[in-house]
């Protein structure tokens, strides 16, 4: 089969997926005809994406989060009325993404949570079907656990979610922990999409802390730590822009742009990870056994509850700042088992195989049932 991926660029959390998806295709002997990340002003595609997708990849413009000044939190009456206002640069992207589908034909569109490629599915209903893949789509099960209050933040996070899944014939949400798939929603629970990179690590224990932040506005707040408690080292990963690759403000304290392989290997070699509350970056410390402590972005729902499935799947905490200090005291008293992740986690490949096999079984029904006439065509 043939299929095109359809990415949200907004952060590395859906670049990371598509990157162990593709492996996983490729490698089933499917073909990943083309790759769509949406990009933005606010962030550059980083440069292991390209290297990691050997294929076709198209950026196109796409909606994206207006931060606070100081780059921290995100401002959600700005991020709608700045979306709405470029919808003339958008539709042509949809436009980008069609004619990419007219080009390629693909058997799937598979999209990551961006918001315009469900978009696309609804105003130019391709005939290749249309599954969603994301964190965010398990908010359709039962057992999924809610943040208390912000009521305006999660109305708007379930609106984002169902315009990226418009139409979609399969919703693969992937969860930490193992559910039962909701046939109600059509929604298959799968486990993490971790790549393989991540799974051939052989974990240490460093004498460092990792630390990951979505927006580099939490940048000065880890340097304000740092200069307070240099008995506590720390190395961080963000996308600061003019920065050098590697920057050290302070000798406990090293800010590195982001780098998979070499995030990966702090990964493996650190005491714990303390980041915002991306799916992502939790699901791959928890498969290494590493506590994590997250901070949720401010204004972004979906972190909230990514932080109460932290605690829920006893990961790690949730906390209010970078407090590396309290972290650090935490990890002392108490010990993290996370290593019930390795096998749940594990059967992905598995689950998404079984997924093409039922597409591709009704693929040959159908033609048994439409055979295609290759004889001569006579007056």
């Given amino acids: ?13 859906h670049m990371t997926q598509a990157i162990s998806l593709f492996e996983l295709i490729e490698s089933l002997g499917h073909e990943v005809s083309a790759v769509c990340i949406g990009k933005s002003e606010r962030r550059e595609i980083p440069e292991f994406v390209k290297k990691s997708i050997p294929t076709n990849i198209h950026l196109f413009e796409s909606p994206n989060f207006i931060t606070d000044k100081d780059n921290k939190g995100i401002k959600i009456g700005k991020t709608i009325i700045h979306n709405f206002s470029n919808f003339l640069r ?34 130019y209903r391709p005939q290749a079907q249309f599954w969603v893949i994301g964190h965010q789509y398990l908010i359709e099960h039962p057992e999924f656990k809610f943040a208390d209050g912000q009521k305006v933040e999660k109305f708007l996070f379930f609106i984002n979610t169902k315009i990226t899944s418009f139409g979609a014939r399969k919703k693969l949400a992937l969860s930490s922990m193992p559910l039962k798939d909701y046939k109600e929603k059509n929604l298959h629970v799968l486990p993490p999409l971790l790549r393989k990179k991540v799974k051939q690590l052989q974990p240490e224990a460093g004498d460092f802390y990792l630390t990951y932040m979505v927006n580099p506005g939490y940048g000065d707040e880890v340097l304000d730590f740092a200069n307070k408690n240099q008995h506590i080292k ?14 050290a403000p302070l000798p406990n304290l090293i800010f590195h742009q982001v780098d998979d392989e070499l995030f990966l290997q702090k990964m493996a070699t650190c005491k ?41 799947s006893g990961a790690g905490i949730k906390g209010l700042n970078f407090d590396f200090k309290l972290f650090d005291e935490i990890l002392k008293t108490r010990n993290f088992d996370t290593s019930f992740s390795k096998p749940w986690t594990d059967e992905f490949p598995l689950l998404f ?8 079984m009704v693929n040959q029904h159908f033609e048994s049932l439409c055979p295609v006439d290759y004889s001569p065509v006579t007056q």
């Fill in 1 to 13: 089969m043939k299929f095109i991926f359809i990415v949200q660029g907004e952060g590395r959390g």
């Fill in 90 to 123: 958008f539709s042509k992207s949809l436009q980008k993404i069609h004619q990419l589908v007219e080009e390629h034909k693909p058997d799937v569109i598979i999209n990551f949570y961006d918001i315009l490629g469900g978009l696309y599915n609804a105003f």
């Fill in 234 to 247: 720390i190395e961080a990963f963000w996308d600061k822009k003019g920065i050098p690759k590697a920057y």
């Fill in 272 to 312: 714990g990870l303390l980041s915002t509350a991306g799916f992502e970056s939790i699901c791959e410390a928890m498969y290494l056994n590493k506590p994590v402590m997250v901070i949720p972005v401010i204004g972004q729902y979906e972190q909230a509850c990514n932080a109460i499935e932290t605690e829920a």
């Fill in 353 to 360: 195989e079984k997924l093409i096999n039922q597409k591709l």
